[in-house]
């Protein structure tokens, strides 16, 4: 039986038992009923965290997992107050904000794990053996397939700023984007690309131009995307975009040839975790090649490893696209806009150029 097939049936028998609030439980497939339990705190939703429990319980099987989905913020002071408290917290904690991650490693919420793979991974993916990027997902421009029948769409920003003045008349109101303020994502990517390309603001004055709309969720925007009501969507997380092009034929996808911001979601074994050799068991699943094939394929998120190769993969987008990509790194410099100061700055610029005519 193939892996992929026999995690199927595994699925099909984990019968998950929801528990209190936003956590799920899934039993050891031994049975123990005294079975030692992996807690997991996560932003990411429980229906896509299915497969990886799914093969991890493979591999462990006298192990149970509690899954509690939670905000990205909400797994940063949760691990944060626990800790203070001199109470037990997640044993794994895996989350889309990298800045907070970073934060929680630095600031000493977070235990270094030496792994197998910790001396391959990429560098730039793996803070001090502590905090490691686990998937590689670019931020694409979105476009709607029929609306460009007859011609490319953009594929990079000068390209975008020069057809929104062109065709701003006919694209009002038609072009979507992360609200900065509500997105942590959509924030990152435009802090990103304030360093990344100095005349960012341009484009950001041409979006305003053109009536941009502004969206704290993906879907929101792809939704638009899907039947038309927009033509546009920039600075989307690709991961999403690919799901959603999946499943609607008129969503396109464009990697900006000028350059392609990657962030990642960072997992890490918390200071006061109750069971650290699970989440540090855990993580070096993550990390594996039988984990990382399990993210790409499965989870349909780009994986990170050197070790797997395939579409949906680090290793595969390098190889086409080079230098075009930036990931961000796993570093101190992500924690740059968690300074109040520095971050309302940069959001009321966004608000006043936006709204420059």
Do not use: C
Not at 133 to 157: I, M
Not at 270 to 293: H, I, N, V, W
């Amino acid at each position: 039986m193939s892996l992929l097939l026999f995690l199927a049936v595994l699925l099909e028998l984990l019968m998950p038992v929801a528990a209190q609030g936003s956590a799920t439980s899934f039993p050891a497939l031994s049975g123990r009923s005294d079975a030692p339990v992996l807690v997991v705190y996560s932003s990411l939703d429980e229906p896509l965290a299915k497969p990886m429990i799914a093969g991890f319980q493979a591999a462990n099987p006298d192990v149970a997992v509690r899954y509690e989905e939670m905000l990205t913020g909400e797994i940063y002071d949760r691990i944060v107050r626990e800790t203070d408290a001199g109470k037990s917290s997640a044993d794994f904690a895996f989350s889309s904000a990298m800045d907070l991650q970073v934060k929680l490693a630095n600031d000493g919420y977070a235990q270094r794990s030496d792994l197998p793979m910790s001396d391959r991974w990429p560098s730039w993916a793996n803070w001090r053996n502590t905090a490691y990027a686990l998937t590689f997902e670019p931020a694409v421009f979105v476009y709607h397939k029929p609306s460009f029948a007859d011609e490319p769409p953009p594929s990079t920003r000068a390209e975008f700023v020069d057809f929104l003045n062109r065709r701003g008349d006919d694209v009002y109101g038609r072009i979507g984007t992360y609200d900065i303020e509500r997105s942590g994502v959509g924030f990152l990517f435009m802090s990103r690309d304030q360093e990344q390309f100095g005349d960012i603001w341009s484009v950001i004055r041409t979006m305003g131009s053109a009536g941009v709309k502004l969206y704290s969720t993906s879907q929101a925007i792809l939704e638009r995307v899907a039947d038309g009501r927009f033509v546009l969507g920039y600075n989307i997380l690709g991961s999403y975009a690919a799901d959603w092009a999946s499943r609607h034929p008129d969503v396109g996808i464009v990697l900006p040839k000028d350059y392609t911001v990657v962030m990642s979601r960072i997992g890490l074994v918390p200071q006061a975790a109750a069971s650290p050799d699970l989440g540090r068991r855990y993580l070096e699943f993550f990390m594996s090649k039988e984990g990382q094939t399990i993210m790409a394929r499965e989870l349909q998120i780009p994986a990170v490893s050197p070790e797997v190769s395939g579409n949906n993969t680090a290793t595969t987008m390098r190889e086409m696209l080079g230098g075009q990509l930036k990931p961000v790194p796993v570093s101190l410099g992500l924690m740059v806009y968690l300074d109040q100061v520095k971050r309302a700055r940069l959001i009321s610029r966004w608000n006043d150029v936006l709204r420059q005519q």
